[in-house]
């Protein structure tokens, strides 16, 4: 059985403060990784991809990957209480067609 | 701007009738899409794969006859919940990878609610 583990939280971060937010997936296969914030009612929207060991960066938001340790983060600098959310980590299949396997979700809370 | 559409965005039915919802692909072709349910305070579960001009694959314990999948064109799939349930009664959201790196955008979903 292919999982993605993640803490459900909740995460609770003063605003200003840095938000760590981890991962950890079974399929050594897998070769996208993703993160998605939800709101609480809405559909997921996509935050940041990644398929290369090592950091990418945007804006506020750095996804970290390490393949060796099955392993991916979110950070989130300069927290806001508008990034108050779920985020879910999802990655991809080996087996293709494009199926992502979803985290449970990390809550955040950023409170001011 | 959404690059899936889906529609209704909310329901409500009696139980025993059939909900039919819709999923779009705006400005791009979608050979496949992936229809998944929420329970509240719960993730997303893969519920089937929806493939153009061919039969959806099924998640082992989704029943393929009550939830039906038809994928008739690029740009459309349906997810009909037939002869629905009140343990039906979840949030469906679809998705569908817009390129090769296998980024996938959500419809917006539809919240279903069967009395």
């Known amino acids: 059985q292919k999982e993605v583990e993640q803490n459900s939280g909740p995460l609770s971060v003063p605003e200003g403060a840095i938000a760590s937010l981890n991962c950890t997936y079974s399929?050594?296969?897998?070769?996208?990784f993703f993160w998605y914030r939800q709101y609480s009612g809405k559909s997921p929207e996509l935050i940041m991809f990644i398929y290369s060991n090592g950091d990418k960066e945007d804006g506020r938001f750095t996804a970290q990957l390490n393949k060796a340790s099955q392993y991916v983060s979110l950070l989130i600098r300069d927290s806001q209480p508008s990034d108050s959310a779920t985020y879910l980590c999802a990655v991809d299949t080996s087996g293709g067609y494009n199926k992502l396997i979803f985290g449970a979700g990390t809550r955040l809370a950023v409170h001011p | 701007g959404a690059v899936v559409s889906q529609h209704p965005s909310w329901v409500i039915c009696k139980s025993g009738t059939s909900v039919k919802i819709e999923c779009r692909s705006l400005?791009?072709?979608?050979?496949?899409m992936f229809w998944y349910r929420q329970f509240p305070k719960q993730s997303l579960m893969l519920m089937a794969t929806s493939n153009e001009g061919s039969k959806a694959t099924y998640e082992q314990g989704v029943e393929k006859d009550k939830f039906l999948i038809n994928h008739a064109s690029l740009t459309l799939s349906t997810l009909t919940v037939t002869s629905a349930h009140p343990e039906d009664s979840s949030f469906y959201i679809c998705s569908a990878p817009r390129d090769s790196k296998n980024i996938q955008y959500f419809g917006a979903g539809t919240r279903l609610s069967v009395l």
């Open positions: 400005d791009f072709q979608a050979t496949t």
């Open positions: 399929d050594r296969g897998s070769q996208s």
